[in-house]
T-cell receptor, first 111, second 117 residues
Framework: LAKTTQPISMDSYEGQEVNITCSHN???????ITWYQQFPSQGPRFIIQ???TKVTNEVASLFIPADRKSSTLSLPRVSLSDTAVYYC????????????FGTGTRLQVTL | GAVVSQHPSWVICKSGTSVKIECRSL??????MFWYRQFPKQSLMLMAT?????????EQGVEKDKFLINHASLTLSTLTVTSAHPEDSSFYIC?????????????FGSGTQLSVL
């Protein structure tokens, strides 16, 4: 099971780009990388998912190097409402029951 | 995207009573649902995996007689906290896995804050 390591917390000013990196040295060949966002007293919300290279959607980009041992979630021009905890998970259909949440990264955005 | 509805959002109960939490997949069939527990400022801890039509699989350290899980249909799983005590007070979250084409994407309920007096 791939274990993930993220920074515990990050601070940013509104309008800046934020990059959160996740290490997953033991990622398996068929594992996907998925990022979730969680606000206080709410369930996590899917942000983005990728397997390799770069994935972009309307809210974020995900950069995955060739060795896939890490990934970087990029949030362009963050706002106060992006203050939340961000989790990266790695896994595949076969390991669905064992997806483990790491500590997550607590992002604080201020004016 | 897929929607998972969790009810109730919060519940306050007396010590010794039982509380049932429902988790429904509204627009897709979920053969597998997961139940998590989260303490303040901590990460989610997987409690059990709920499979439709079969017994749930509990993580180590989670009492199956304390946390009863039923997954009677492809759209509903329930977690019953039996004989609740103050130490059971926590934020409980369910999630459902979409079909295999979603590549391990999980859809989460909004969570249930349980307070046991």
């Amino acid at each position: 099971l791939a274990k993930t390591t993220q920074p515990i917390s990050m601070d940013s000013y509104e309008g800046q780009e934020v990059n959160i990196t996740c290490s997953h040295n033991n990622i398996a060949t068929n594992d996907y990388i998925t990022w979730y966002q969680q606000f206080p007293s709410q369930g996590p919300r899917f942000i983005i998912q990728g397997y390799k290279t770069k994935v972009t959607n309307e809210v974020a980009s995900l950069f995955i190097p060739a060795d896939r041992k890490s990934s970087t979630l990029s949030l362009p021009r963050v706002s106060l409402s992006d203050t939340a905890v961000y989790y990266c998970l790695v896994g595949n259909t076969g390991t669905a029951s064992k997806l483990t949440f790491g500590t997550g990264t607590r992002l604080q955005v201020t004016l | 995207g897929a929607v998972v509805s969790q009810h109730p959002s919060w519940v306050i109960c007396k010590s010794g009573t039982s509380v049932k939490i429902e988790c429904r997949s509204l627009d897709f069939q979920a053969t597998t649902m997961f139940w998590y527990r989260q303490f303040p400022k901590q990460s989610l801890m997987l409690m059990a995996t709920s499979n439709e039509g079969s017994k749930a699989t509990y993580e180590q350290g989670v009492e199956k007689d304390k946390f009863l899980i039923n997954h009677a249909s492809l759209t509903l799983s329930t977690l019953t906290v039996t004989s609740a005590h103050p130490e059971d007070s926590s934020f409980y979250i369910c999630s459902a896995r979409g079909d295999t084409s979603t590549n391990e994407k999980l859809f989460f309920g909004s969570g249930t804050q349980l307070s046991v007096l």
